[in-house]
T-cell receptor, first 113, second 115 residues
Framework: AQSVTQLGSHVSVSEGALVLLRCNYS??????LFWYVQYPNQGLQLLLK??????LVKGINGFEAEFKKSETSFHLTKPSAHMSDAAEYFC???????????FGTGTSLTVIP | GAGVSQSPRYKVAKRGQDVALRCDPI?????LFWYQQALGQGPEFLTY????????KSGLPSDRFFAERPEGSVSTLKIQRTQQEDSAVYLC?????????????FGEGSRLTVL
């Protein structure tokens, strides 16, 4: 069975400050990992994904995430927060063999001017 | 189409009514998923289609929930005798190929409110 844990359901940062959203997964084998963003009343949009290869993955809008197998983590970061980054962020995991994507409960990011 | 399209965007139903939610995936996408997203929660898997075949329906919460994709493109999620606990946003997602490393492309969702 696989699961995803996102620590912190709400995160607030000042505009221009570092954004760090945490994601830990449980899986018997290294899975595929994803970060999605959801703006109000919209569907989920892919930010970035890790499949194989380089463990530091760069995504859209200046976000990046690092896969750390030893820590079973896939934390999302952005060096400098922008007001437009305010949204709900979801970490998701998918196994090599399964068809299901398992999502975390989400982290709501607030950016303070 | 350019993206995944869902209709209706908003649906209010009285308890006990049947509802049908439609999903039009990205043209050519083989895989189609339905998710349920309760308020303040992440999406929860309901069911998965590969073309017209429903390969996994383990997430459907009860036999009141039924999904179909008869021609391997448009899909309909039907909920019979709706209950208040069915109130949620229902998200449809599609993916090219057989999922694998390919990401899901989501529609904007259908928000169901059961009174």
């Amino acid at each position: 069975a696989q699961s995803v844990t996102q620590l912190g359901s709400h995160v607030s940062v000042s505009e221009g400050a570092l954004v760090l959203l945490r994601c830990n997964y449980s899986s018997s084998v290294p899975p595929y990992l994803f970060w999605y963003v959801q703006y109000p009343n919209q569907g989920l949009q892919l930010l970035l994904k890790y499949t194989t290869g380089a463990t530091l993955v760069k995504g859209i809008n200046g976000f990046e995430a690092e896969f750390k197998k030893s820590e079973t983590s896939f934390h999302l970061t952005k060096p400098s927060a922008h007001m437009s980054d305010a949204a709900e962020y979801f970490c998701a995991v998918r196994s090599f063999t399964g068809n299901q994507f398992y999502f975390g409960t989400g982290t709501s990011l607030t950016v303070i001017p | 189409g350019a993206g995944v399209s869902q209709s209706p965007r908003y649906k209010v139903a009285k308890r006990g009514q049947d509802v049908a939610l439609r999903c039009d995936p990205i043209s050519g996408h083989v895989s189609l998923f339905w998710y349920q997203q309760a308020l303040g929660q992440g999406p929860e898997f309901l069911t998965y289609f590969q073309n017209e075949a429903q390969l996994d329906k383990s997430g459907l919460p009860s036999d009141r929930f039924f999904a179909e994709r008869p021609e391997g493109s448009v899909s309909t999620l039907k909920i019979q005798r709706t209950q208040q606990e069915d109130s949620a946003v229902y998200l449809c997602a599609s993916s090219s190929g057989l999922a694998g490393v390919r990401e899901l492309f989501f529609g904007e969702g259908s928000r169901l409110t059961v009174l």
